[in-house]
Every structure is written in C-alpha cells, then in structure tokens.
C-alpha cells in the first residue's frame, strides 16, 4: 500500500506571495492532519481534515488554510508570505484521526 | 490542556550499550501516547503506541516503551543501541476523548561507533 504522498518536495517563493501544497493520504484513510516543523518551534498543529471538514485547527493565522476533498486528498495554502513561514511542512493521514497517524515526507517551503 | 516534555535535547550512547530517550506527559484524560523517529529531510516513522493494556509496548526496530502512569512517563528504550539509530525521536499524545495530537520539541539521539 502507498505511504503518504506529498507534493511539491520543495518550494522557494518570495514575500508576499502565495503557495499551495499538497498531501495524498494513505488509501482508505479519511483524517489528513497538517504540521509545521521549524527547529526552534518544533512540530507545530496548523489543522485537521475528516470526510471534508476542518475539524481542528491550531493556533495559527488566518493566512493558513486548507481544505480536503472527496477523495480525502488535501491542500493547504499560505498567503502573503513572510520570512518566518519558511519551515517543513508534513502532513501526516489516518483512518479517523484518533488513531495512529502516518506522516508524509514533507514539503520544504523556503521563502525570500 | 495537554502536554509533552522531552527533558533531553540529545542523547548521546555509545553502540552496543542500552539507550533510554525520556518523555513525560500531562492530559486531564486517558493517554494515547506515541513515540515517532525522523531520519534527515524525512517524515516521521511511527515507532510504537500505547492505548491501553501492558504498561511495556513493543515496537519497530526493537524500540520499546514503558508506560508509567503515577510518573506520568513514557520513557522510550532499546536494549543495544545501532549507529543507525542515530535520528531525531518525538514523543506525542493525545487525551483519550480529543483528536489533536500534541509533539513534544524532539531529543536528537546520537550513536557513537
């Protein structure tokens, strides 16, 4: 069975600009969660997708958002990029999101 | 709320000796708990997980964990430590009724040939 997908692997933007990432999960899994990894804050929750709705969310700006579709794959975006959002983002899926999740690789976002 | 604390940014053992990685928690309800492992520019790997059941979980790699709820604990240990062990290891949990998962800040474990 296919792992978590996650694409692009890599991404450089600039300031202000926009970007959109995505995460394919594991076939069947219905719950896609999303992280933000940054050495000096460690894995960060951004938010939780289940059969379409955010059903958590963490404690980050109106400038992340997300959404998942049918198939439960998901997207998130970044608006308005600034310097700070520059980190490793994984996604991670599982069947209901009470149980055990599995992580993508990983997009690196680097922004100018 | 819940948390996670890993006292310990790294770790350092010699190969061949035991190794013991250090996570304490705090919920208001039951504790799921979790021990993942991150290699360079890789995702997380699950490692191992108690729900419920042996206080001692058993996991990939011949990584186990003891649970340990008056220390509110879950120490992760391997008995003989690789070189390639050598990773980044999260501790995470989640309170029983509540799907968010929590990570704590990571202890980078350093195995010396």
């Known amino acids: 069975k296919a792992g978590v997908t996650q694409t692009p692997r890599y991404l450089i933007k600039t300031r202000g600009q926009q970007v959109t990432l995505s995460c394919s999960p594991i076939s069947g899994h219905r719950s896609v969660s999303w992280y933000q990894q940054t050495p000096g804050q460690g894995l960060q929750f951004l938010f939780e997708?289940?059969?379409?709705?955010?059903?958590n969310k963490g404690n980050f700006p109106g400038r992340f958002s997300g959404r998942q579709f049918s198939n439960s794959r998901s997207e998130m975006n970044v608006s308005t990029l600034e310097l700070g959002d520059s980190a490793l983002y994984l996604c991670a899926s599982s069947w209901t999101g009470t149980d055990t999740q599995y992580f993508g690789p990983g997009t690196r976002l680097t922004v100018l | 709320a819940q948390s996670v604390a890993q006292p310990e940014d790294q770790v350092n053992v010699a190969e061949g000796n035991p190794l013991t990685v250090k996570c304490t928690y705090s919920v208001s309800g039951n504790p799921y708990l979790f021990w993942y492992v991150q290699y360079p520019n890789r995702g997380l790997q699950f490692l191992l997980k108690?729900?419920?059941?042996?206080?001692l979980v058993k996991g990939s790699y011949g990584f186990e964990a003891e649970f340990n709820k008056s220390q509110t604990s879950f120490h992760l240990k391997k008995p003989s430590a690789l070189v390639s062990d050598s990773a980044l290891y999260f501790c995470?949990?989640?309170?029983?009724?509540?799907?968010?998962?929590?990570f704590g800040t990571g202890t980078k474990l350093q195995v010396i040939p």
């Open positions: 997708y289940f059969s379409e709705t955010q059903r």
């Open positions: 108690y729900i419920t059941g042996d206080n």
């Open positions: 995470a949990v989640r309170d029983g009724g509540y799907q968010k998962v929590t």
